[in-house]
């Protein structure tokens, strides 16, 4: 299958739903194939670590998305995304992701285990409750959503009562994270743009009235710093200021990277959570070393990462010709890296298709690499690696009750639905 056909194939509802099989045809062309002019697909570890590290490569910026994506100011869904950290290159990158990065330090982030195993506990009281009698309960709406969206709440000090509004407007924001998307799915997710950003707006507000002890309040107060002679309207977009001195946000940049945080901070965690649960119980002797040994959970969360990433895919674009697996790029090149398909490298992973957490430096790329590595993988890391063994601690009995059912997403991976039965506690 030569490599367009194969990337076609991937983006149809089949190849979305389980991409690996279409992940070893476009590998049987080499670590890095060109799939149309300036175009090329990578699925090698090594290549896929070296471009997501290499100065020549970026995201998209606003004159390339004049040039490839036109008409994408009119897309409240895009241009949310692009004014916030995960779609900026430096210096606006830097500048945006310094000022959140204070909130996950190592040591924010440890101390941040006591609230993520309470919250892990309480939902695990909520399944017992609602699995009683052998009764089916969906995993992922019970378990999986809330423990992120709660632990990425109390960071950024979202109200409780606020927290399941944000599971539709996420899942609609996220289709354009898709490598294609149709006109309709856009509509979608600029209506879930359009949803968060109303949300954040009030927000905001009311942390300008009353400022408390959360991310929120500091990146208004990093916002209203710099501009304070002229805070805007709430919600009226201000203009990207030139004079930026390097420690502030324009309002755009302000409400894109709390929907980002938000966002980021729990699609891609449940899915790792759902993902995971799937891959242990398929594995009960695996599950059940976990469940002896509590102190092995890093190991494990790092090989269900990378057997199974809740993020598939991102893209860079150069600025200068470079030479990756073989090829040369001209500038100007559009290079999708299939994380998913590096994260089951042969060349790196023995085996790659087995779940095996006793893999030495298992390193998966699923949290990306280089200047956007995921600002959060220390805290999606700690709270997989609290509730997969508090799962198999607390409900021995846990098993699937039907065939779970998967998004028919490419890039963020997991399931719409997941039953279990959850059995007696131990
Ligand atoms: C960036 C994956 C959890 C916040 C990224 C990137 C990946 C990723 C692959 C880089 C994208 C790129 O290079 O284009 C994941 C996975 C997670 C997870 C697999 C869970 C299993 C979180 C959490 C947060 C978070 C809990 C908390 C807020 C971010 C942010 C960025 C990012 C802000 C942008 C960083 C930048 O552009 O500098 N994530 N993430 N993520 N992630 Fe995560």
Redesign the pocket.
């Known amino acids: 299958m030569d490599p367009a056909d194969a990337l076609a194939l991937l983006m149809s509802p089949a190849g979305r739903v389980d991409p690996y099989p279409t992940y070893e045809r476009l590998r049987a062309h080499g670590p890095v194939v060109q799939a149309g002019p300036v175009f090329y697909v990578v699925t090698g570890y090594a290549e896929a670590d070296a471009i997501?590290r290499d100065a020549r490569f970026g995201?998209m910026d606003d004159g390339l998305r004049d040039q490839f994506m036109p008409g994408w100011r009119e897309s409240p869904a895009v241009l949310s995304i692009s004014r916030s950290?995960?779609r900026t290159n430096p210096p606006d990158?830097s500048r945006m992701?310094r000022l959140?990065a204070g909130a996950f330090t190592p040591r924010r982030i440890a101390a941040m285990r006591d609230v993520v195993q309470a919250q892990a506990d309480d939902l695990v009281d909520r399944l017992l409750a609602g699995g009683r009698g052998g009764a089916p309960v969906d995993f992922m709406a019970e378990f999986a959503y809330p423990l992120?969206v709660g632990v990425?709440c109390a960071l950024l000090g979202v109200p409780a009562a606020d927290r399941p509004l944000f599971r539709r407007w996420a899942t609609d924001l996220t289709g354009v994270l898709e490598p294609e998307i149709t006109a309709d799915e856009l509509a979608v997710a600029d209506r879930g743009a359009g949803e968060l950003r109303a949300y954040f707006t009030e927000l905001v507000a009311a942390r300008r009235r009353a400022p408390a002890d959360d991310l929120t309040t500091a990146l208004v107060q990093a916002h209203d710093g710099h501009n304070s002679a002229s805070a805007p309207q709430d919600g009226a977009p201000d203009r990207m200021r030139a004079d930026a001195d390097g420690e502030s946000l324009s309002g755009d940049e302000l409400l894109a990277n709390l929907i980002?945080?938000l966002v980021?901070?729990f699609e891609?965690?449940t899915n790792?959570l759902g993902n995971g649960l799937v891959a242990l119980l398929d594995h009960p002797d695996a599950a059940a070393t976990l469940r002896e040994h509590p102190e092995f959970a890093p190991g494990y969360v790092d090989e269900l990462?990378r057997y199974d990433?809740?993020?598939q895919l991102?893209s860079r674009m150069s600025t200068e010709p470079s030479r990756h697996g073989g090829l040369d790029l001209p500038p100007e090149s559009w290079v999708i890296v299939m994380?998913g398909a590096a994260n089951r490298d042969p060349r790196r992973y023995p085996e790659p298709a087995r779940f095996d957490p006793w893999r030495p430096q298992i390193h998966p790329l699923?949290?990306?690499a280089g200047?956007?590595?995921?600002?959060?993988?220390a805290?999606?890391r700690l709270e997989a690696q609290v509730a997969f063994p508090l799962l198999l601690r607390r409900l021995p009995g846990l098993a699937l009750a039907g065939a779970p059912e998967r998004r028919v997403r490419l890039t963020l991976r997991g399931y719409a639905t997941l039953p279990v039965t959850v059995g007696r506690e131990a």
């Open positions: 997501l995201v950290m995960l990158h992701r959140a992120p990425i980002v945080l980021a901070g891609t965690t790792l990462l990433s809740p993020v991102t994380l699923s949290f990306g200047p956007h590595y995921c600002l959060g993988a805290l999606a």
